[in-house]
C-alpha cells in the first residue's frame, strides 16, 4: 500500500513537472510568434489630441517593424472611461492595447464617483511613453515677466486675476488649484472646452493666463503675444529649455501630463515584456525623438514596473489635487 502511494505520489509530481514544462513551453512559443495577426490599438480621446498623436508615431513604427498591421482605433468619451473599460474587458492576448494619459489612472479614480473599470486590477501598465508638459502663458498686458513676478503681483492683488483651462477636471484645472494651494494664491478659475478655447482667451486678453502645451502656445510667444513664464513638468522641458521649471520654486511639483500603454489583466507576462522593449525600442529612434519633439512631446519609453511606479506618485498628486479643488464628474 506504502509502495503504491509513494508510485502514485512521484506519478502525479511527474505529471505536475511536464505540465508546467508544457505551459512554459507554449508560452515562450506565444512571445516569439507574437505578433502574427493586426493588433489594435485603442485611444481614449478623439484623433489629433496628444494620446492619439502619440499611439499613431509608435504605431506606423510598430508596424513597420513586425510587418503586421497596428490600427489606431479612437474610442473617446468619459474622459478615457469608455476606452478603459473596452480594453479592461477584451481578450487579454497582447492584441488590445490601450494608449491613454494619466488622467485614466491618477485622476478620473478620484474624479467619478463609479467607474465602469478598476484602475488597479483591469488593467496592466506597459510603457510610459511620452511627457507632454505644460507651459504657464500669460497676456502681454501683465506686468510679469518671470514667475516669481506673477506670484508677488497675484498675492498683492487677491482674487482679482483670473486663470483659463481646459475644463472642470482637466489637468489644466487641477495643475492651477494644487499650485494655488501651495503658493496661498487667489485666483478665479475660467473653464473652458479645451485648449481649442482657452489658449484663443489668453491670446485675446479675455483672461490673464492659462496653462497649455508647447504647440499651442509656441507660435504666439514666438510673436511676442503671450509670455512663457514657467513648465509644470519636475525639470524644465527640452522643448524651452530657458523657461524654469515650477518645481524650483516649488519642491516636487510635477503635473506634466504622460501618455502610455496598457493591456488588459491577464496579459501573459512575456508579451508584456515583449510589447515594453519594443515600444521603448521605437521610442529611441532618431526620427521619431524628431517628430515628436516637433509636436511638442518628450518620447520616453520605460519597463512596466518604472510606469507603474510613476503612475502610483502620479495617482498621489493628482488625488491631492483634485480635493483641493473640490471637482466632481457624474
Not at 49 to 65: F, I, M, S
Request: aromatic residues 8%; hydrophobic residues 45%.
Amino acid at each position: 500500500m506504502k509502495k503504491t502511494s509513494r508510485w502514485l505520489a512521484c506519478f502525479i509530481g511527474l505529471g505536475t513537472v511536464l505540465l508546467s514544462q508544457a505551459v512554459l513551453a507554449q508560452g515562450v512559443a506565444a512571445v516569439r510568434a507574437y505578433p502574427d495577426k493586426p493588433v489594435r490599438v485603442i485611444v481614449g480621446y478623439s484623433p489629433g489630441g496628444l494620446p492619439d498623436t502619440v499611439a499613431r508615431l509608435v504605431a506606423q513604427k510598430l508596424g513597420e517593424r513586425w510587418r503586421h498591421q497596428v490600427v489606431v482605433e479612437n474610442k473617446p468619451g468619459a474622459n478615457s472611461s469608455i476606452a478603459a473599460e473596452f480594453v479592461a474587458k477584451s481578450t487579454p492576448d497582447g492584441y488590445t492595447v490601450l494608449v491613454t494619459d494619466n488622467s485614466t489612472t491618477a485622476i478620473n479614480p478620484f474624479l467619478y464617483a463609479k467607474l465602469p473599470y478598476d484602475a488597479e486590477k483591469d488593467l496592466v501598465p506597459v510603457s510610459l511613453a511620452a511627457r507632454a508638459p505644460l507651459f504657464l502663458a500669460v497676456h502681454t498686458s501683465m506686468p510679469a515677466n518671470t514667475f516669481q513676478e506673477l506670484v508677488e503681483l497675484v498675492k498683492s492683488k487677491p482674487g482679482q486675476f483670473s486663470y483659463g483651462s481646459s475644463g472642470i477636471g482637466s489637468t489644466h484645472h487641477l495643475c492651477m488649484e494644487f499650485l494655488k494651494s501651495a503658493l496661498g494664491l487667489v485666483i478665479t478659475h475660467v473653464p473652458y472646452k479645451g485648449t481649442g478655447q482657452s489658449v484663443p482667451a489668453v491670446v485675446a486678453g479675455q483672461v490673464p493666463m492659462v496653462f497649455s502645451a508647447f504647440p499651442s502656445l509656441s507660435g504666439y510667444a514666438k510673436d511676442g503675444r503671450v509670455k512663457l513664464l514657467a513648465v509644470n513638468s519636475l525639470k524644465r522641458s527640452e522643448l524651452a529649455p530657458n523657461v524654469p521649471a515650477i518645481a524650483e520654486i516649488v519642491p516636487g511639483f510635477d503635473f506634466a501630463p504622460t501618455i502610455g500603454f496598457f493591456v488588459p489583466a491577464g496579459t501573459p507576462r512575456s508579451i508584456v515584456d515583449r510589447l515594453s522593449a519594443e515600444i521603448a525600442k521605437m521610442l529611441k529612434l532618431p526620427d521619431m525623438i524628431t517628430r515628436a519633439t516637433g509636436l511638442g512631446i518628450e518620447p520616453v519609453g520605460s519597463s512596466p514596473e518604472d510606469y507603474a511606479s510613476s503612475l502610483r506618485a502620479d495617482a498621489e498628486r493628482y488625488s491631492r489635487a483634485v480635493k483641493i479643488s473640490g471637482a466632481k464628474a457624474e
